[in-house]
């Protein structure tokens, strides 16, 4: 089958049909800033940092498909000033505070603030009232932190297919909770699995928080998207 | 806690079908006042779903309630238009007569009060739903005597009197409600003959009609505009079956009602376009989308059905037709706005959360239950139907060359006549407001909230795709309103309708409004101007639907057409105003001690 030809910011990229901008741009090793997306799951458009331009209509990456010839604007000044001003949105939705946070140093959130050199957010904070309740005897999930990008209710589910966690509410009072019955006979694999999923602190599972110390964490080491990028100072 | 066997029943109704999950939960909170964590447990495990995703549907919806929402539940409209004609009196009288608070019920669970989005009464404002029941022009009065027959346990339908005009009038409506009807245009309120329209259709192949409807540049009439002729092409040319026809009644905007006015007096048409745009795409089934506020049509509604059941132009073998099949069921929504956005509606009448899918695909390759489906509005359902009936030479001779026929308009407001308009394309507005009684209105929102609002040097600006579009709804401020009241309401809505999913909707459209805040409480600077500007274009640009991305608009086409209002509450001359307020600050210190600090650090 012939291949999708394309550019993001002027590289010639090649995509599968039906592929996304998103799954094209990793298959050409470039770097669209993400939070909600995750391998293996399907796309849920929640975020909208992975928001490009084509023309002058604005996409989430994540979830349009790529088109023959199209010119896809990702790394430009105003586009990436856009994604900051989502990340300082979450940021003050929430109460994110990084020094107590175990996910400190995996938290992909405050990588991304870290690559947007967020120094204070533009937004006024909010500082919700929000509640920690214990999912189940191996998971915490603290709302205060959570972001609402749908991994958890997406990639954990039962055998059966159905879904573990789920959204509640509407509106700013959208928010995760989940089956206590089905999230209670989670083995601790799928606990820790479902913390992985977590791109924030709120799906902690229990008694692992400090196994590597702040500091020798995953973007402590290497900023988000330097996998791709050239890496930044 | 539930009687025994109540779930089970419910749920054995609508045979373990989980895309009837939205019906069951209805009725569970009709039957027992609410929605509770036992009652979902219950549904979900007959359904074999997650207890999580009954839960998601049961706190999605507007009308539907996690604890008892009282025996009377009042739903009192918090629209703007319900503001300028009294709402906060009202509001204040049900809290005296009921001793009780907006937000909560009374203490014995009798009366729940609550607000909610417009409920399509904006010409009859103040206006509430109480069990269903729709109550027009309270008054401080009424209210008195409401309360009094709630406290007395009396048929809140009974007490819903006068009758309003035509079909509000008949047996299975009886509702306050009027219609309105200030202009009858020849396409919509025109009588029509039921048959005219499908019987010819038939004797045309599909694509003919299809052709047809091309030929007479029809637009969609809900607010986008997208031709309804390449909507039906698109989807009568999908191999996956069956295909589906989608009547989308769910018109929320702020300020539109037409729909309403077209279900009570001209259903007949509406569903005779149902089954001209079923031959057209090759469907069987059709649904009608409709919105809860207007739940008291469907006993009316499902009347016509029948009729026109029994005058074989719906059912088996349509007017006369061998092999050609179109019936159409109703679907009741639950309280949310968004289900107006196609794709989220789709979702709802699956009986899912209503939230919009990504797209593309677009319904017409994958809608209802993922198959090709055509998601029309009223109007437009109807102005095909008339199509086919009178030809789309007689259509075209109306309205510009962009845009074929007549509007249905709904106006509201500081206006002597508020009720619908079916006027031609490329009205001015001026002539609009003339025709209305709206001597010197200052501002005019057309479209509704996600729409423009327009200032006195835009008002011989035309209605019409060319140059203003609107899906209906046209509100009318008058000189003595302050247009930020309007602002603010409007910012308000869309925060409580947002479906929460994606992050700029969500939490960008309060930032928005908190910073609106700031301006109007004079606290704002030129800066607070630029910030608010470009917080608002990030929302539009990077919102996942068109609820988000229009939702900024309140705010940025005022911004545009009324500066100086903006301009009169900033400080001009300086970047920094300081927010922070001493007083408000140590208020509840001071309360407990019961000395003001600020006294006290000063001596």
């Not at chain 1, 107590?100 to 500082?127: D, H, I």
């Not at chain 2, 609107?470 to 302050?482: A, F, K, L, M």
Request: charged residues 25%.
């Amino acid at each position: 089958m012939n291949k999708i030809k394309f550019t993001i910011d002027g590289k010639d990229c090649f995509a599968e049909p039906a592929q996304t901008i998103m799954e094209a741009a990793i298959a050409n090793r470039v770097y669209i800033p993400a939070l909600c997306r995750y391998e293996g799951l399907k796309p849920a458009g929640s975020c909208r940092i992975c928001t490009v331009r084509v023309g002058r209509s604005h996409m989430a990456a994540c979830t349009q498909p790529v088109a023959e010839g199209m010119v896809v604007e990702n790394i430009i000044p105003d586009l990436e000033d856009m994604r900051k001003s989502i990340v300082e949105m979450l940021f003050v939705e929430g109460n994110h505070l990084c020094p107590t946070c175990q996910k400190s140093g995996n938290c992909e959130l405050q990588a991304l603030a870290y690559r947007y050199q967020m120094l204070v957010p533009r937004f006024p904070y909010e500082f919700p009232l929000r509640q920690v309740e214990p999912a189940g005897p191996n998971l915490l999930l603290d709302h205060n932190r959570c972001i609402q990008c749908l991994r958890c209710v997406r990639g954990i589910t039962t055998k059966d297919g159905r879904p573990i966690f789920g959204h509640i509410k509407r509106s700013r009072k959208m928010k995760i909770s989940f089956d206590r019955e089905l999230v209670a006979a989670l083995s601790p694999a799928e606990a820790k699995k479902a913390m992985d999923l977590c791109p924030v602190g709120a799906i902690l599972k229990k008694e692992v928080a400090f196994t590597v110390p702040i500091g020798k964490r995953k973007f402590d080491r290497i900023p988000i998207g330097s996998e791709f990028e050239n890496k930044r100072s | 806690m539930p009687q025994k066997g109540i779930i089970e029943s419910i749920v054995a109704g609508y045979k373990k079908d989980p895309s009837r999950l939205i019906d069951m939960v209805r009725e569970v909170q009709k039957k027992l006042g609410q929605v509770s964590s036992e009652s979902a447990a219950k549904i979900a495990a007959l359904l074999n779903m997650s207890k999580v995703d009954v839960e998601g549907v049961a706190t999605f919806y507007h009308f539907f309630s996690t604890v008892p929402a009282g025996t009377y539940a009042v739903y009192l409209n918090n629209n703007i238009v319900a503001d300028m004609k009294g709402r906060k009196a009202v509001a204040e009288a049900f809290e005296i007569e009921t001793g009780s608070r907006f937000g909560t019920t009374t203490a014995d669970g009798l009366i729940g009060l609550y607000e909610t989005s417009c409920i399509g009464m904006n010409d009859q404002e103040p206006s509430a739903i109480i069990n269903g029941v729709v109550f027009t022009k309270l008054t401080k009065a009424k209210v008195k005597e409401l309360v009094a027959a709630m406290k007395a346990g009396k048929d809140i339908w009974k007490m819903a009197k006068p009758y309003g005009d035509g079909a509000n009038h008949s047996k299975l409506v009886q509702a306050m409600v009027c219609n309105h009807i200030r202009k009858k245009g020849p396409v919509l309120f025109t009588p029509f003959k039921s048959g005219a329209a499908i019987k010819k259709a038939v004797t045309w192949t599909a694509e003919d009609v299809i052709a047809e409807i091309k030929r007479s540049n029809l637009l969609g009439r809900g607010g986008a505009g997208f031709p309804t002729g390449l909507k039906w092409e698109f989807c009568g040319r999908e191999k996956a079956l069956p295909h589906y026809v989608v009547c989308n009644a769910d018109e929320g905007e702020p300020g539109t009602f037409k729909d309403r006015v077209i279900l009570t007096e001209m259903p007949h048409l509406l569903f005779e376009g149902m089954a001209v745009a079923g031959y057209a795409v090759g469907a069987q089934e059709g649904i009608l989308y409709l919105r809860a506020e207007y739940a008291y049509l469907k006993a009316h509604l499902e009347q016509v059905l029948d009729t026109l059941r029994k005058k074989n132009l719906l059912g088996k073998n349509i007017a006369g037709k061998k092999g050609c099949h179109f019936d159409v069921t109703i679907k009741l929504g639950a309280g949310a706005y968004i289900c107006g956005e196609e794709s989220a509606l789709l979702e709802s009448a699956e009986g899912k959360r209503g939230e919009p899918r990504d797209r593309p695909p677009f319904p017409v390759t994958f809608g209802y239950r993922g198959l090709p489906t055509t998601v029309n509005n009223v109007e437009t359902l109807c102005t095909a139907a008339r199509i086919l009936d009178r030809g789309a030479g007689w259509f075209k001779l109306m309205g510009t060359p962009k845009s074929a026929g007549t509007k249905l308009l709904s106006v509201s407001g500081d206006c002597v006549k508020p009720g619908v308009f079916e006027i031609e394309f490329g009205l001015k507005v001026q002539d609009l407001l003339k025709m209305a009684g709206a001597r010197d209105a200052k501002a005019v929102q057309v479209g509704g909230p996600s729409g423009t609002c327009i200032s006195r040097g835009q008002f011989e600006r035309r209605l019409c795709f060319e140059d203003l579009p609107t899906g209906g709804s046209v509100i009318i401020i008058g000189p003595q309103r302050d247009l930020f009241e309007a602002v603010h309401n409007f910012m308000d809505f869309f925060i409580e309708e947002s479906c929460g999913w994606c992050a700029p909707c969500r939490a960008g459209n309060a930032i928005l409004k908190k910073k609106l805040q700031k301006i109007t409480s004079g606290k704002g600077t030129s800066k607070d101007l630029q910030e608010i500007e470009s917080w608002g274009k990030t929302i539009k640009a990077t919102s996942r639907c068109g609820l988000g991305q229009t939702s900024p608009n309140p705010i940025l086409t005022t911004l545009q057409n009324f500066r100086e209002m903006y301009e009169a509450k900033i400080h001009g001359d300086t970047d920094f105003v300081s927010e922070f307020d001493l007083e408000a600050a140590i208020k509840a210190a001071s309360t407990v001690t019961g000395q003001k600090l600020t006294e006290a650090h000063h001596e």
